[in-house]
């Protein structure tokens, strides 16, 4: 691609104290023909990668929470959910992800597969992230993760079902950019919803409105589990809720409804609430 028509004339240092900020002036011919002077100011910080690692068979994903100031001073928690992820510091991309995600989850990374790269902030950061997703087993833990404490790094190693933490990118805790791209990535391309058991749970054991969810979805691949038929087993070691994927909680008052989505939600069930969030499952 050509490069653009543009004039630097100015170039001024803000700030070296952590990474690099500064101001530059410009002239940028727009597509009339006609230079137009601008300024902009740009913070140089490196470029960096990121890793998705992932477990197909197990059908779980390995993130980290950590806090990010930046979002403390946006109205937000602090506190992110996040993909492996650090800055390249003059090693290559696939060096540098490898020993990242080992520092921040304790797992020693095989195969890895660059999907992509991005500018993530391009409006004011010359940051380039390269895009990387791996398959880690139990038996690649060599460690506890967690940081450098050195580098104030103090992180909480995550591992979450996929379909929970897709579930948790639509419902807002998950809002950091590159793991809702990495993990809407792994989604499209290669873990396709399977066939799920679903409890249908609302007002009514004889609900009309239950059994017209409980059809549609069967009618979408899923196996459908009506909520009155946990009743006559509800008080054995294993409550039936186990061998669920997901909870569809019909509208309603309903209390009994009301204890399976929280029972779901502790077992690290989806919770959902409409059809349409239902995935399609996999043919």
């Not at 059994?211 to 069967?218: D, G, H, N, P, S």
């Amino acid at each position: 691609m050509q490069a653009a028509p543009v004039r630097i004339t100015a170039e001024e240092m803000l700030s070296d104290n952590w990474y690099l900020l500064k101001k530059y002036s410009f002239d940028l011919q727009r597509r009339d023909g006609r230079w137009q002077a601008q300024t902009r100011e740009v913070y140089d910080r490196g470029n960096g990668a990121t890793i998705l690692l992932y477990n197909r068979e197990r059908r779980t994903v390995l993130l980290i929470r950590q806090f990010r100031m930046p979002t403390y001073v946006n109205d937000h928690s602090g506190y992110l959910i996040e993909t492996a992820a650090g800055l390249l510091d003059n090693a290559s991309p696939e060096e540098r992800i490898r020993l990242e995600a080992e520092e921040e989850t304790g797992y020693r990374v095989g195969a890895v597969e660059k999907v992509y790269e991005a500018f993530m902030s391009p409006g004011s950061v010359t940051e380039r992230l390269h895009f990387f997703i791996g398959e880690y087993s139990p038996d690649d833990r060599v460690g506890d993760g967690g940081g450098l404490e050195e580098e104030g790094e103090d992180i909480e190693v995550l591992e979450l079902g996929y379909q929970q933490a897709l579930d948790r990118v639509r419902s807002g805790e998950i809002v950091d950019g590159k793991t809702i791209m990495l993990l809407q990535y792994l989604e499209l391309r290669l873990m396709p919803p399977r066939r799920l058991t679903i409890l249908v749970a609302g007002p009514g054991r004889e609900s009309l409105a239950l059994e017209r969810c409980a059809a549609q979805v069967f009618a979408a691949g899923h196996v459908p589990l009506p909520a009155q038929w946990l009743a006559q087993d509800d008080h054995g070691s294993r409550h039936p809720l186990q061998r669920c994927d997901a909870v569809l909680r019909v509208a309603g008052a309903c209390a009994e409804a009301d204890r399976l989505v929280a029972l779901g939600r502790q077992l690290g069930l989806a919770i959902y609430h409409t059809l349409e969030d239902i995935p399609a499952a996999e043919a």
